[in-house]
Nanobody
Framework: QVQLVESGGGSVQAGGSLRLSCAASGYTDSRYCMGWFRQAPGSEREGVAAIDRDGSTSYADSVKGRFTISKDNAKNTLYLQMNSLKPEDTAMYYC???????????????????WGQGTQVTVSS
């Protein structure tokens, strides 16, 4: 059973930075497709960034140029470096994983079967 545990959330002022981590366990093939999603109260879940089996990345327009997704296969850990944070980035952030994701749809939540419990990010103005 794949397990995902997020960490690194917190409260920062606008313009600040945070790095989220997602530690994965329970699978032997490190070449999982993985993604970061977020959901603010009263809002739909939004795909933030994704990385596929070959390391190709994709981002939501709202975070392009500010967020960077990366994966350390040796540590089975996914990261999300978030810079120039804005109050509208405030949300619960979740990581997700699956062995196969339809190419080009990495930021679509329905593509993933495994999810973490989330870590809260709060950005104040």
């Amino acid at each position: 059973q794949v397990q995902l545990v997020e960490s690194g959330g917190g409260s920062v002022q606008a313009g600040g930075s945070l790095r989220l981590s997602c530690a994965a366990s329970g699978y032997t093939d490190s070449r999982y497709c993985m993604g970061w999603f977020r959901q603010a109260p009263g809002s739909e879940r939004e795909g933030v960034a994704a990385i596929d089996r070959d390391g190709s990345t994709s981002y939501a327009d709202s975070v392009k140029g500010r967020f960077t997704i990366s994966k350390d296969n040796a540590k089975n850990t996914l990261y999300l470096q978030m810079n120039s944070l804005k109050p509208e980035d405030t949300a619960m952030y979740y990581c997700a994983a699956d062995l196969w994701v339809t190419p080009g749809l990495g930021t679509r939540g329905e593509e993933y079967n495994y999810w973490g419990q989330g870590t809260q990010v709060t950005v104040s103005s």
